[in-house]
């Protein structure tokens, strides 16, 4: 993804200093561009949980790193312990996101097949440098396979411009690169195929209208940010022809845990036969659950983000209270989507039926006996 022209992932290892991890500080997007670093596994920990970073793909590429900064750090004598502890300091900042606990697991086997503490660190460096770039690789092939979708129905139009709703951010920035629901987005826009994108602005956090817009901006997609609850209108009258979102954890069965308001959509869009697509490389798949509704475990978050929003005043940003300065809020950051309601699962080995036979057509191996 380009900013201002030139490429960015959304994190990285500093040049000429390895024990240093750099990212994107996205708190303060749209209106200021932040690098942050980065060099222990508690301020990983932090980044995570107050949402410097975001996005299931992302979640688990920083937890990689995170991990990788637990083996720099470990004591000689404790090593293993030390290791384990950090996995689930980092566990601990996100649960709905699938991606974190497979990013420290991957670490926590892949150091166990070595014995020296550098062959560790080495070993460490390598698996997260590898968590990333599948990342960013799988993202890649998600857009080549979502790109047919956008096409047949730009053919359809005519070649008139394909409206496409998305929800939240899953975009580059809660990715290393591409995205999920927005790489067959850039893979049509640069294929030529005229788009135009409905970003829902997302509270409450609004990832919408401050992250979907601003990197759409940035790669020239054309959009309009609208409110959460326009989505219904638009597709009544038949402003939408897809629905493409992105998913924090999807069961073997096909439920989709993204976040809260996704649901809302999916009914509205089965109202009105809209498709509704999940974009998702398989590190966001849960093989071990059935039943999203009842399984998943869904992140509660303070209501401080309910109750304030952040913006640009007189080119300072600043949080003001909404709501009367007594009243509670509840803030429930994801919601499921059951998978009758979903059209289909794009991945990076195509596209199936949101079903348990048609993800497993996809990834035998996941077959259990």
């Not at 991890?21 to 995570?48: K, S």
């Amino acid at each position: 993804m380009n900013v201002n022209g030139k490429h960015y992932r959304t994190i990285w290892l500093k040049e000429n200093d390895a024990s240093t991890v750099q990212i994107i500080d996205q708190r303060w997007l749209p209106h200021q561009f932040v690098v942050e670093d980065l060099c222990t596994v508690q301020e990983v920990a932090a980044a995570i949980k107050e949402m410097h970073v975001r996005g299931a793909g992302l979640i688990g590429a920083t937890a990689g790193f995170g991990m990788y900064l637990a083996a720099l750090h470990a004591p000689e004598d404790d090593f293993a312990r030390y290791l384990l502890e950090s996995a689930e300091i980092l566990k601990a900042t996100r649960p709905t996101a699938v991606n974190l606990a497979y990013a420290c697991h991957r670490q926590i086997d892949a150091i166990a097949q070595v014995d020296t503490r550098a062959e560790k660190i080495a070993t460490a460096r390598e698996m997260a440098q590898r968590i990333t770039d599948e990342d960013a690789e799988f993202c890649r092939r998600v857009g080549e396979n979502g790109l047919a979708t956008i096409q047949a129905i730009s053919e359809q139009k005519n070649g008139a411009p394909v409206n496409i709703l998305t929800h939240c951010n899953a975009g580059w920035l809660a990715f290393v690169d591409y995205g999920s629901a927005t790489a067959p987005i850039y893979a049509a826009h640069d294929a030529g195929i005229p788009v135009h994108v409905w970003v829902d602005e997302t509270r409450p956090r609004n990832q919408g209208a401050r992250l979907t817009a601003w990197e759409l901006g940035q790669h020239g997609v054309p959009h309009t940010v609208i409110a959460d609850n326009v989505g219904g209108h638009l597709m009544q009258h038949g402003e939408v022809d897809l629905c493409i979102v992105g998913t924090d954890r999807t069961t073997r069965t096909g439920d989709v845990g993204n976040k809260i308001g996704t649901y809302l959509k999916a009914l509205a869009a089965n109202d009105n036969g809209v498709p509704f697509y999940v974009a998702l490389p398989s590190s966001t798949f849960d093989w071990e659950m059935r039943d999203g509704v009842r399984e998943m475990p869904i992140e509660e978050r303070g209501g401080d983000e309910v109750k304030r929003i952040q913006g640009l005043k007189d080119g300072e940003i600043t949080t003001v209270l909404l709501t009367p300065a007594d009243s509670p809020a509840k803030n429930f950051g994801f919601d499921v989507t059951p998978a009758r309601l979903v059209t289909g699962l794009i991945t990076e080995r195509g596209v199936c039926a949101a079903n348990e036979e048609g993800i497993l057509g996809l990834y035998p191996e996941q077959r259990k006996n």
